[in-house]
């Protein structure tokens, strides 16, 4: 009966995930530097809106270093990349400094963005069931419209993955 109860929470989780084609939901929050950052600031300029769990934690630090280490080549297409999780601005700037990560990071604590963009819900790591981020990838246009979501990230690859699909 709970891993049915749980199956049915994981679809209804990701069925809230934004689809392609919608319109990005507006958000405002604080970077690493205690910036405000919102995705009208980026009006006419494509961008690859990144969810992820938690700064400094194995999966999240090879996505994060995978984009830094592709940024140029991604900067060359016209992308924008944002990273957003739960964590703080003082989090994100150790992660920012550790990593020397050349991107915002906007602090999500009370999970408005999160939530807006429906990558809150049940996961399952090492047996362990919680609510937690879901790792997403948006691919809004210059038009505040979603072109993509890439929900299987791959974190090694996942400059590649937005390359490919906006090329």
């Not at 938690?54 to 924008?80: F, H, M, S, W, Y």
């Not at 939530?115 to 819900?121: D, F, N, S, T």
């Not at 993509?148 to 699909?165: D, F, M, N, R």
């Amino acid at each position: 009966m709970r891993k049915q109860y749980l199956k049915i929470r994981q679809k209804k989780s990701m069925d809230s995930i934004l689809q392609a084609g919608k319109k990005a939901p507006a958000f405002k929050g604080k970077d690493q530097d205690g910036a405000t950052v919102s995705l009208a600031d980026f009006k006419g300029k494509k961008v690859a809106l990144f969810f992820y769990p938690k700064d400094n934690t194995p999966g999240c630090t090879a996505q994060a270093c995978d984009l830094r280490d592709n940024i140029a080549a991604l900067q060359k297409e016209g992308i924008v990349v944002i990273g957003i999780s739960a964590d703080d601005e003082k989090s994100h700037k150790k992660f920012e400094t550790k990593h020397q990560l050349p991107f915002k990071l906007v602090a999500d604590v009370d999970r408005k963005i999160i939530e807006a963009y429906g990558v809150w819900g049940p996961k399952k790591f090492m047996g362990r069931e919680f609510d937690g981020i879901h790792r997403t990838t948006f691919l809004i246009n210059e038009k505040g419209l979603i072109d993509h979501v890439i929900t299987k990230v791959k974190t090694k690859e996942h400059a590649s993955q937005i390359l490919t699909l906006w090329k």
